[in-house]
């Protein structure tokens, strides 16, 4: 029987054999278990505006089954707004979870080729954190994706990333995106 070499994601590879360790001292952790670790990545498209537009949720569907992998769930209004013009049981936007090897790819592309594309690019906000874990990048224009064509983006829709980790607060969560080489802003002088 023939043994094929399985793939593993580079930031997974380095996560585990250098930046765990790197931050277990950093933080001043006793137990490697303690080291924050990343759990989930959500991928969102709100379609507000554009709730009965049938053009607009397909080119949003598109984007982010290409852009994540997977095919995304519709996420439905529970009850009717009139101020909003929102009825229950219309489409209100798109989601996608990634977990294990996906997600560390996604991330990986985000932080290598994603955020470096974007226009007037300084780096992410610093105070996106929640202090439970998680971070959160809004981006305006989906076109910044290089896995989508430029047909593809002629109807233009934001994207909204959540990233979850098991940092106990917003030190040990940025100490851990950092290392992974997430861009934060520079300090202004």
């Known amino acids: 029987m023939v043994q094929t070499a399985t793939y593993q994601p580079r930031l997974k590879t380095l996560y585990s054999s250098e930046l765990a360790p790197a931050l ?88 290598a080729v994603v955020l470096p594309r974007m226009r007037d690019f300084h780096g992410v906000s610093k105070k996106s954190f929640d202090g439970r874990g998680g971070y959160s990048i809004g981006i305006n224009d989906q076109s910044v994706f290089p896995e989508l064509s430029f047909e593809e983006t002629t109807v233009s829709h934001g994207v909204q990333i959540t990233i979850d980790t098991t940092g106990k607060d917003k030190e040990q969560t940025r100490a851990l995106l950092a290392a992974i080489g997430m861009p934060f802003e520079k300090e202004k002088k």
């Open 24 to 111: 277990k001292e950093e933080l001043k952790l006793t137990n490697m278990h303690e080291v924050p670790k990343l759990v989930k990545v959500t991928v969102a498209v709100g379609l507000g505006r554009a709730k009965d537009d049938k053009r607009m949720i397909e080119a949003a569907v598109n984007t982010v089954s290409k852009i994540t992998g997977q095919a995304p769930v519709k996420t439905i209004a529970r009850k009717s707004i009139a101020s909003f013009k929102l009825r229950e049981g219309n489409i209100i936007g798109l989601k996608v979870t990634l977990r294990g090897d996906r997600m560390y790819e996604f991330l990986d592309r985000l932080i």
